[in-house]
């Protein structure tokens, strides 16, 4: 984000893996997000979108700084595409969070080209909180890394499986 927010006209949002794989086709590193109501953890993939690795969590003030430290990460580490945890209820239909998810990502499409993959998230924070209790992690120390550890299972979920499509 150099200049400022700027509409894209060929920002992609999608919840097709192999439309999203072929969007960041080539090589380049993807951002996983779990957007929260009051953070935003991110995740980071390695060059060759093989592992994910917690990358740091935001707190959620002001939209257009958020904004711009995330899309100066993207620069900084030469992100081709984000992977947003899309909060659907274990039922599978869409409640007011998966609402808020799709306001986010048509956001981040008018201020960036970046393809925008919604992945399913339920129950990527239970199993970030189970895996943090497993590890004896104080409770304090689950708060603090809770957000980008559910940005990496995020993240790795699509990687695996972006590893794992048949090519057409």
Same mark, same amino acid.
């Given at each position: 984000?150099?200049?400022g +927010?700027?509409s894209?006209?060929?920002?992609?949002?999608?919840e097709?893996?192999?439309?999203f794989?072929d /969007?960041?086709?080539? @090589?380049g590193?993807l !951002?996983?997000?779990d /957007?929260?109501?009051k953070?935003y953890?991110?995740?980071?993939?390695d060059?060759?979108? @093989?592992?994910?690795?917690?990358?740091?969590t935001?707190?959620?003030r002001?939209f257009a700084?958020?904004?711009?430290?995330?899309f100066?990460?993207?620069q900084?580490h030469?992100?081709?595409?984000?992977?947003?945890?899309? +909060?659907?209820?274990?039922d599978g239909?869409?409640?007011?969070?998966a *609402?808020?998810t799709r306001?986010?990502a048509?956001?981040?499409?008018k201020l960036s080209?970046?393809p925008v993959?919604l992945w399913?998230?339920? =129950? @990527?924070t239970a199993? /970030?909180?189970?895996m943090? !209790?497993?590890?004896?992690?104080t409770?304090?120390r689950r /708060?603090?890394v !809770?957000d980008?550890?559910a940005a990496?299972? !995020?993240?790795?979920?699509? =990687?695996?499986?972006?590893?794992? *499509?048949?090519?057409?």
């Open positions: 984000m150099s200049d +927010p700027q894209v006209s060929t920002a992609l949002t999608t097709d893996i192999a439309v794989r /969007a960041v086709a080539g @090589t590193r !951002i996983g997000i /957007a929260g109501t953070t953890g991110l995740a980071l993939s060059v060759t979108r @093989t592992i994910a690795s917690a990358l740091e935001i707190e959620r002001k700084a958020d904004m711009e430290r995330l100066a990460l993207c900084t030469g992100v081709t595409g984000l992977v947003l945890g899309f +909060p659907r209820n274990l239909n869409e409640g007011p969070r *609402q808020a306001a986010l048509r956001n981040l499409n080209p970046l993959l399913d998230e339920r =129950l @990527t199993i /970030a909180e189970r943090l !209790i497993d590890a004896d992690q409770r304090k /708060a603090e !809770i980008k550890l990496t299972l !995020i993240l790795q979920g699509a =990687l695996d499986r972006m590893r794992n *499509q048949i090519s057409p």
